[in-house]
């Protein structure tokens, strides 16, 4: 074959190579929020899924909602807003460490799937109701954490854990102990 032959025979797998990694590159950032880099639901679901269905007995689903978010943002502004965002999903994402999956499902509502969470809860609500440092100024952050250990439930379904760990959440909220509503 000569050299001609080869350069137009290789020309379209060199467009549909660079136009597949193109598309793995999209998807890939289609499945984080840009604010951040968390997984997004569509991210954290697939992977969620597989963590618990591997680590029945030692996985666990939570969930996060920042206490009076809309409060900051409407006090401070919604770039302060941002700030709280991004240092939660940071915190959250540290204290998950490997092989643990965080994502921000929206707004100001976080996921995480984990190992051994039970022992490790109390590091993490207290890294998430600490103040957040802003333009000179520091501002308050706190959340409500629910938990469901995979183990306790009567069959292992990531749906039903996070209808659990939403439950759960909700009473935290109720009874104001992560929480500074009244």
């Known amino acids: 074959m000569d050299l001609p032959t080869i350069f137009a025979a290789g020309a379209p797998l060199i467009g549909w190579t660079t136009h597949g990694a193109w598309l793995?590159?999209?998807?890939?950032?289609?499945?984080?929020?840009?604010?951040?880099?968390?997984?997004?639901?569509?991210?954290?679901?697939?992977?969620?899924?597989?963590?618990?269905?591997?680590?029945?007995?030692?996985?666990?689903?939570?969930?996060?909602?920042?206490?009076?978010?809309?409060?900051?943002?409407?006090?401070?502004?919604h770039a302060a807003g941002d700030v709280v965002l991004t240092a939660t999903a940071a915190r959250l994402s540290a204290w998950c460490g490997r092989p643990g999956i965080a994502a921000r499902l929206g707004g100001d509502e976080f996921a995480a799937v984990v190992l051994d969470a039970p022992e490790r809860l109390p590091d993490l609500r207290a890294a998430l109701n600490q103040p957040v440092p802003y333009a000179g100024l520091t501002l308050p952050a706190s959340a409500s954490v629910g938990i469901c250990p995979v183990?306790?439930?009567?069959?292992?379904?990531?749906?039903?854990?996070?209808?659990?760990?939403?439950?759960?959440?909700?009473?935290?909220?109720?009874?104001?102990?992560?929480?500074?509503?009244?």
Do not use: W
């Open 151 to 182: 183990a306790e439930l009567p069959v292992v379904s990531l749906t039903d854990a996070l209808a659990c760990t939403d439950r759960d959440m909700y009473a935290h909220k109720r009874d104001g102990r992560t929480s500074r509503r009244r």
């Open 24 to 77: 793995n590159r999209r998807l890939a950032t289609a499945r984080r929020d840009p604010l951040t880099g968390l997984h997004t639901r569509d991210g954290f679901t697939t992977r969620a899924h597989r963590l618990t269905q591997r680590h029945p007995d030692r996985a666990s689903v939570l969930l996060i909602d920042l206490d009076d978010f809309k409060a900051t943002n409407d006090t401070y502004g």
